[in-house]
C-alpha cells in the first residue's frame, strides 16, 4: 500500500536553523481515503512534549556552580544535531526533532531572591529542565522490514548537572 503524507508548516522559527512547526497529518492512501496521523511520543515515562521554541525563550542556560562557566544549552545542543545531520544527509527531507524534556527545575532571579512565593511575578522565575532528550527522523532513508517501515533517526540527550 503506498501512502502520500500531506504536512502543513506553520510560524518557523527565527533561528539559523528554520525547524517546521508540525501539526497532526493527515495520510491520503492508494483508494484516496483521508485518515488522520497522531504520532505517538519517541519515549514517555515521566517526559513531556516541549518545542524549540519554548527552550530557546523561554529556559535559562544553567551554569558551572564551581566557576560560573556556561553549560551548552538543550536548544543549541538539538540545533547544533540539526545542522550536522543536515550537511551529513544534503539531499534527503529532514524532520523537525521531537522533544521530550523531564525534571524541571525552577528558580528565580537574583533580584527575587528574597521575596516570598506569593510576590513572586512571572519576570522573577526562572525554568530550566534537567533532562531533555530529542529524536529528528530522515524519512528519506528508510528500510522496509517484514512489512514495518524503518526510517534512519538521530537523536540525544542532555542532561545538566547541577
Excluded: W
Aim: proline share 4%; glycine share 4%.
Amino acid at each position: 500500500m503506498q501512502t502520500e503524507l500531506l504536512v502543513r508548516q506553520v510560524n518557523p522559527l527565527p533561528i539559523r536553523t528554520q525547524f517546521r512547526e508540525v501539526e497532526d497529518a493527515v495520510v491520503i492512501d492508494e483508494n484516496n481515503t483521508l485518515t488522520s496521523y497522531k504520532r505517538t511520543p519517541f519515549i514517555e515515562a515521566n517526559t513531556k512534549e516541549v518545542t524549540f521554541h519554548h527552550l530557546q525563550h523561554d529556559c535559562i542556560v544553567p551554569v558551572f556552580s564551581k566557576d560560573n562557566e556556561v553549560t551548552i544549552s538543550h536548544c543549541n545542543f538539538i540545533e547544533t544535531v540539526y545542522e550536522a545531520a543536515s550537511k551529513v544527509f544534503t539531499r534527503e527531507r529532514i524532520d523537525n526533532p521531537e522533544i521530550r524534556v523531564s525534571h524541571i527545575i525552577k528558580g528565580r532571579t537574583p533580584e527575587a531572591l528574597h521575596k516570598s512565593v506569593n510576590e513572586l511575578q512571572e519576570k522573577d522565575k526562572t525554568l530550566y529542565y534537567e533532562r531533555a532528550s530529542f529524536v529528528i527522523e530522515i524519512p528519506t532513508i528508510h528500510e522496509d522490514i517484514s512489512g514495518n517501515q524503518l526510517t534512519l533517526s538521530v537523536g540525544g540527550v542532555g542532561k545538566t548537572k547541577h
